[in-house]
Every structure is written in structure tokens, then in C-alpha cells.
């Protein structure tokens, strides 16, 4: 709802439609309604718009774009209308912003004749991350007020801008006052004042670029030829010779045509798939998870120090211990020469950093981490290792406080039997870098309890990533789906083609990186001994030989200068003739080569092998719901978000398509590796979708 109050001549209309105040028909009827009745109330002179105290506007309500063009996204008022009226309104109107200001809630803003925030704000346009542009003046307001470069930079990229670099912008002038107050006095100051709308403003490029040379260097530099960014850069791009009238217009029916694009569909499928990923499990009466505000972190190498910088920046006391004070004190250097490059930088301010780094502590021994909420093991990926460390974290510590393992791949089950308190332990597995991927799977032992499991989708929400709860298997979701996907590539190589083209058409495709050079940068001895230990347990599986080649010539990847790739002093990857040679030899030895492998195969050999084991695991009850696997590989594993995710592309490519591509696989090599999951088959039977799929609890 809006509500409308009235107090000397100002009217102050509130947002009021929790969580988000997003602006959904009904909204927009009402804010219509409350602005066309302060513009024409004689004893109203000037109007502020604000959202309350914490929250101004998060735009658009996303699940209106599910119902098509005929549905309440585009019904009157729409959001382009609401902006016209205020664009057009015969009287002062300010914008009081505190919290996000995002989307249409920018757009919102930017149509009022000033903009007021508190050291709350946080700004941006993110629609190109649904498949969209801001389609409600976006992109034609924002170049006028902040100039074309840096405008089109926030468009493309999406990013969210705190307060204090949103007012360098010009997006807003700060106030350290109570800020519905100061809104109204700017309100009353504007009074009897030209208005100044943004529309009336020129939109700037730099001196001396041109126009037509910028906008075509900005569609070379795409790294993907997508519908949305391209929209983008045409929509900024009619700034320079039209006026808001007459772009506007053009604005909207780009975006009306990327509602309809696959690309915006599967982006718009993942954003609510992150939203329902994480959701935590229905507590006993009157159970409570425990509170995390002191972290302990056992282990600094890299991954203990990533895990401490994330707990760091979520404001959260963070205690590290190492058995090693070598080992500490290189772990203690790691963090601080991370903050001290993230103000180089300027991401951070030096009173952040030094802020951080006050709630960092180093700790000798495991007794000193008796005051944390919760403990997080980050040594070496060694099931004997993990359980020693746990055995005496359980002796220290006090019971209550939570144990989790950052193990990758081992089993939690085995570690939780370390203790006594096997209720209390929960995986962590963080993706690396620590600090930056949003991916955490949380992993819920057998005996792990709902509270426990609660607070740590609690913490995983505080350290800003995005849980998604996995049972115990070898290799967890991620993990182990990813060895149905390696198995793929190498097996192709098996079959006469080189690493790189494998790779070359995945990354084309969309992916971050092909598999090789995944297992090039996590490091192929690695791979070696998860490879070794999985034939020994699973010894009817059909593996190469061909990583192992590349293992034998110690040729372990980015950090020994050579793996399946060459790498030179910056770490840049060129193909190799080496192990060219190697994978000829090894094709023709084997005798498998064949004359032509198309693209096409190569995708569909790799992604449908990640939806069959992910049928796996959904069927097993090691996933929550088939949208986490799609959520487990756009974070972690550099899955192309326009494409949704593995099960998604499964669902879009039809299932009867991919079981008969799947009858096509099996009868080459490695047909083993093809039998039907039996959910795959049943889900196609009952015509329903992988990405509907949600496990019972009960």
C-alpha cells in the first residue's frame, strides 16, 4: 500500500508493501492515486516520496513478468506511466532513500526533482541480470544526470553502489540527519523554485569521443553477444540525439521484447531459485538456532584465510588457529595484505580495513577459540586429518558451539562421529576463493539437528552467500556431479579430440571455463588422488587414463607452470604441443578415434551427464529440490547463468530430447555411464520439469 499524510503544506507519501516495497499493480495504482490527489489538493505545495526508515524500493515485482505482456507488469498504470506523472508533476517532489533504491525504485528517483539519502542507500540498476534493461527511463535519465560512460558502466555491469560513491556520482546528496526530516525541509526549500527535472538535461560524453565510435567499441567489448546488454547500449545510445519523450518509448518496447527472450526466462528462473535456495527447515517447538557472532577458523592456508576475510566482512569477531605459528602468522599476513589491497584499490576505506581487522584475533591453541559460536575446520582434505582435529576440538570446547568442516568431498558422517556431540557438526564447503564466491553447500549430517542447520543458513546468509543444504555423499552435489562431467571430457579426448577444442566450445557456449582448464587450476595431483580413491570405491565406473598421463609428467597445472595447458609468468594458458602429442598417441593406442565429433555433441555429452547424476541425487535425497543443482553450478561451478542451469537447460531442451541423445551416447564408449536415471525417466513419464522437483520431508 501507499500511505498519505499531510503535515505544512508537504504531503509525505510512504511505500509500504514489505518485504521490498516492490512496485506491483496494485502499488502503482495506489501511488498514482496518492500523487494525482497531493498535486491537486490546493493546500499541498511540495511532496516528498520516501520508503520508510530502512528500505526506499527494490523495483519492480519480478513474478509479474511470469504472466506475459498481457499480464499486471504491463497493465496501466505501468511502471513508465507512474514515472511520466512524476516527471511531469507541477510541484516539488523529493526522493528520501535509505536502504536499497534498485530497478524501478531508481527509476522511481530518478523522475523526482531531487534525491536525499542517509549512509543507508545502496543503488543500481540490475535488470540486465534478469535478461532486461530498465525499462522505465533507466537508461534515458541516468546518462543525464551522471554522463553517458559512467551511466552505461552501472547498466551493463548491474552493480550496486553504497551511499558514499552514489553521491559522488551525482545520483543523490547525502544527509547525517534524521532523513524524513531533512526530505521535508528540502521539500519546503523547493518551493516557489524552478523544478529541475533530469529530463531536461543534455546527456554528456566525454570531450572529444565520439559518439557513434563509443557505441560500437562498447558492443565489440561484449564479452557474450547477449540480447540484454546489446538493448542496453542501443537504449543509452538514443540519449545523444533524443529526448526523454521520444527515447523513453523506444526503452520500453526493448524491454518488452526481452521479457520474451529464453536468455531473460532462465535468468529470471535462477533469480528465484537463489531466493529459494537456503530456506531453512521447520524448527521443533519452542527449538531456537543458536546465535553466530565469534567465528573460530582452524587452519590459515588459503582457504582458512578466504573463510576468516568472509566472516571479516560480515562484521563477524573472527578467531584463527593454526597448528603450525608459521603457518598462523603466513595466515595472518594473507588477510591483512588482502584489506590493505582492497583499499589500494578503493573498494574498502582505510577505517574499514583497520575496522575488520580489529575483529581478527590469532589464537594459539584451540582453547582459545572456547568463546566462539561456531568453528569451521579448513585443514587439508584428509578424512584422518579432519577427524583428529575434531576429536580435540570436541575435547576443548564447550558444548553449544557448533562444529563445521569445510571437507570438499569426505564424509561428514565420519568426521561428526569424531565427537560426541555429532548433532552439533555441519559442512561448510566454501568455494575458492572463499571471500568471493557466493556458493556455500551446506551439508546436513545424519545426525545433524534442525537448529544447527538453521544457524548455519543463518550464517551463510550473514557472510552473504548463497546456502543451498546437500546430504552426505562422496563429493556432496557439486563434487560429485562434476566427475560425470570431467568423465565426459575425457572420455571425448579418448575418442581423438584435443583439450582445448572441448574446452574452446564450452567456454564459447557459455561456461567460465572448460573442464581442463578447471582441473588445470585446481590442480591435477589433486585430481590424481580423488580419481584414485573413487576406483577403489567405485571400481565398476568407466575412467581414462589420459589425466593420469598428465599427472605422471608432474605436470599439476597453473601452479607448476604446466598442465593440460602451458602457462607463461601472468598465468596465461596457451594449447600445448606436448600434450598434443600425448592425447594423439593416446586416442590412437586406444583405438577409438572418430572422424567427427560436432559441437552440438560435445555440449550435450557433458551438460547431460551433470543432469543425470543430478537426477541421482535428487532421487537419493541428497538435494533439497532440483533448482538447488541449478543454483550449486551458476555459483560454483561458472555454469552460464542465461542459460539457467543444468536441469533447467534439461527441462527448456525437452526430456524426451535428452533421453534419446542420452540412447545415442550410450551405444559408443563409456555407455555404461548412460543408463537412465530412473527419476529422469519418471519425471518425463508424468510430464513434469527436473526444476520442479522437491524432496519430501515428512
Known amino acids: 500500500m501507499v500511505r498519505s499524510e499531510h503535515a505544512e503544506g508537504i504531503a509525505l507519501l510512504t511505500l509500504e508493501q514489505p518485504p521490498v516495497n516492490g512496485l506491483n499493480l496494485a502499488t502503482r495504482r495506489q501511488l498514482l492515486q496518492a500523487l494525482n490527489t497531493s498535486l491537486g489538493a490546493v493546500e499541498v505545495e511540495a511532496i516528498v516520496v520516501w520508503g520508510g526508515p530502512r528500505l526506499f524500493c527494490a523495483g519492480a515485482d519480478i513474478e509479474e513478468f511470469a504472466q506475459g505482456l498481457d499480464g499486471p507488469a504491463f497493465t496501466e498504470p505501468s511502471l513508465p506511466s507512474i514515472i511520466a506523472a512524476l516527471d511531469a508533476a507541477t510541484k516539488p517532489v523529493v526522493a528520501a532513500i535509505a536502504g536499497a533504491c534498485l530497478g524501478g ?5 530518478l523522475a523526482c526533482h531531487a534525491r536525499l539519502c542517509d549512509s543507508s542507500a545502496k543503488f543500481g540498476l540490475p535488470e540486465v541480470k534478469l535478461g532486461l534493461l530498465p525499462g522505465a527511463g533507466g537508461t534515458q535519465r541516468l546518462p543525464r544526470l551522471i554522463g553517458i560512460e559512467p551511466a552505461l558502466k552501472l547498466i551493463l555491469s548491474g552493480e550496486i553502489v553504497a551511499a558514499a560513491q552514489a553521491v559522488e556520482l551525482g545520483l543523490a546528496r547525502w544527509t547525517a540527519e534524521d532523513l524524513r526530516l531533512a526530505a521535508l525541509r528540502q521539500a519546503r526549500a523547493l518551493i516557489g523554485q524552478p523544478l529541475a527535472r533530469i529530463s531536461d538535461l543534455p546527456a554528456r560524453l566525454a ?81 531456537q538456532p543458536p546465535s553466530i557472532q565469534r567465528v573460530g577458523v582452524v587452519g590459515t592456508g588459503t582457504m582458512g584465510s578466504g573463510i576468516a576475510i568472509a566472516c571479516l566482512d560480515a562484521n563477524l569477531d573472527t578467531l584463527v588457529a593454526d597448528a603450525s605459528a608459521d603457518a598462523l602468522a603466513a595466515g595472518r599476513a594473507r588477510i591483512d595484505a ?24 590469532a589464537v594459539a591453541g584451540y582453547e582459545g577459540l572456547a568463546d566462539c559460536d561456531l568453528v569451521i575446520e579448513a585443514v587439508f582434505e584428509d578424512l584422518e586429518l579432519k577427524c583428529r582435529v575434531f576429536r580435540e576440538l570436541d575435547r576443548v570446547l564447550p558444548a553449544g558451539v557448533l562444529l563445521a568442516s569445510n571437507t570438499s568431498t569426505l564424509d561428514l558422517d565420519q568426521i561428526a562421529a569424531a565427537t560426541g556431540r555429532p548433532a552439533d557438526v555441519i559442512g561448510l564447503h566454501f568455494f575458492s576463493p572463499a571471500n568471493v564466491m557466493r556458493l556455500l553447500e551446506v551439508v546436513r549430517g545424519g545426525q545433524t539437528s534442525p537448529a544447527a542447520l538453521a544457524a548455519a543458513l543463518r550464517f551463510a546468509k550473514r557472510t552473504g552467500k548463497i546456502g543451498v543444504v546437500a546430504g552426505v555423499c562422496d563429493g556432496f552435489i557439486g563434487n560429485r556431479m562434476f566427475e560425470e562431467y570431467l568423465r565426459q571430457a575425457y572420455a571425448l579426448v579418448d575418442e581423438g579430440l584435443l583439450p582445448w577444442r572441448i574446452d574452446t566450445v564450452l567456454e564459447h557456449w557459455g561456461m567460465a571455463m572448460g573442464p581442463f582448464a578447471v582441473m588445470d587450476l585446481a590442480g591435477n595431483d589433486i585430481g590424481f588422488a580423488i580419481r584414485q580413491r573413487r576406483m577403489r570405491a567405485y571400481p565398476e565406473r568407466p575412467y581414462s587414463s589420459f589425466p593420469d598421463r598428465i599427472y605422471e609428467l608432474k605436470r599439476f597445472g597453473r601452479k607448476s607452470g604446466a598442465g593440460f595447458y602451458a602457462y607463461d609468468a601472468t598465468g596465461k594458458r596457451s594449447a600445448d604441443a ?104 519418471d519425471t518425463l513419464r508424468h510430464g513434469a520439469r527436473l526444476t520442479d522437483y522437491q524432496r519430501r520431508t515428512s
Request: glycine share 8%.
Open 105 to 109: 525504485g531508481l527509476e522511481l528517483a
Open 207 to 287: 570531450d572529444g569521443i565520439s559518439p557513434a565510435s563509443y557505441f560500437a567499441t562498447q558492443h565489440a567489448l561484449l564479452r557474450q553477444k547477449l540480447p540484454a546488454p546489446r538493448a542496453c547500449i542501443d537504449a543509452v545510445a538514443l540519449t545523444v540525439d533524443h529526448t526523454v519523450a521520444e527515447g523513453a518509448p523506444r526503452e520500453f518496447a526493448l524491454f518488452r521484447e526481452l521479457v520474451g527472450t529464453v536468455e531473460s526466462r532462465a535468468l529470471r528462473y535462477g533469480f528465484f531459485a537463489d531466493r529459494n535456495a537456503g530456506c531453512a527447515p521447520a524448527l521443533p517447538p519452542g527449538a
Open 338 to 361: 588482502h584489506f590493505t589491497a582492497q583499499v589500494k584499490k578503493g573498494r574498502i576505506s582505510a577505517a574499514t580495513a583497520e575496522q575488520r581487522l580489529r575483529q581478527l584475533h
Open 578 to 681: 606436448l600434450v598434443t602429442a600425448l592425447a594423439i598417441e593416446h586416442a590412437r593406442a586406444l583405438a577409438r578415434i572418430r572422424v567427427s565429433i560436432t559441437d552440438e555433441e560435445i555440449i550435450e555429452r557433458c551438460v547431460l551427464a551433470l543432469v543425470n547424476e543430478g537426477a541421482r541425487l535428487l532421487a537419493e535425497g541428497i538435494a533439497e529440490r532440483g533448482s538447488d543443482l541449478d543454483v550449486v553450478y551458476r555459483h560454483g561451478y561458472g555454469f552460464p547463468a542465461h542459460r539457467g542451469g543444468p536441469l533447467y537447460f534439461a527441462d527448456e531442451l525437452g526430456l524426451e530430447h535428452v533421453l534419446q541423445s542420452m540412447r545415442t551416447f550410450a551405444a559408443g564408449y563409456q555407455g555404461s555411464a548412460w543408463e537412465p536415471a530412473p527419476l529422469l525417466l
